[in-house]
Nanobody, 123 residues
Framework: VQLQASGGGLVQAGGSLRLSCAASGRTSSSIAMGWYRQGPGRDREFVAAIDWSGKSPYYADSVKGRFTISRDNAKNTVYLQMNSLKPEDTNVYYC?????????????????WGQGTLVTVSS
């Protein structure tokens, strides 16, 4: 599975951005997809993920109520709508895909990664 992320940029605190990640490959339509983020000198952290059906989203506590993950299987694309952005949301965001359900992503390494897209939130 190949992943192509887009949509990062510069936004003021309180603003919104939408990230997109297009998947290609044989299993892209039956695989869970999601997002991680990583700041300078920090470990990569889970943000959100969604199962292949699109019915079961899963979020990190830090983004619940502000971020919404969704997917369009016809386009093999997952989206991350980010609202009420805070300066601490400034990170490189990475698209991820894995056959495991999102709630099990912490158990084993993620199988597929896309390139990062930078989100910068100014105060």
């Amino acid at each position: 599975v190949q992943l192509q992320a887009s949509g990062g940029g510069l936004v003021q605190a309180g603003g919104s951005l939408r990230l997109s990640c297009a998947a290609s490959g044989r299993t892209s339509s039956s695989i869970a997809m999601g997002w991680y983020r990583q700041g300078p000198g920090r470990d990569r952290e889970f943000v959100a993920a969604i199962d292949w059906s699109g019915k079961s989203p899963y979020y990190a506590d830090s983004v619940k109520g502000r971020f919404t993950i969704s997917r369009d299987n016809a386009k093999n694309t997952v989206y991350l709508q980010m609202n009420s952005l805070k300066p601490e949301d400034t990170n490189v965001y990475y698209c991820a895909a894995d056959p495991d359900t999102p709630m099990e992503w912490y158990l084993t390494p993620i199988d597929y990664w896309g390139q990062g897209t930078l989100v910068t939130v100014s105060s």
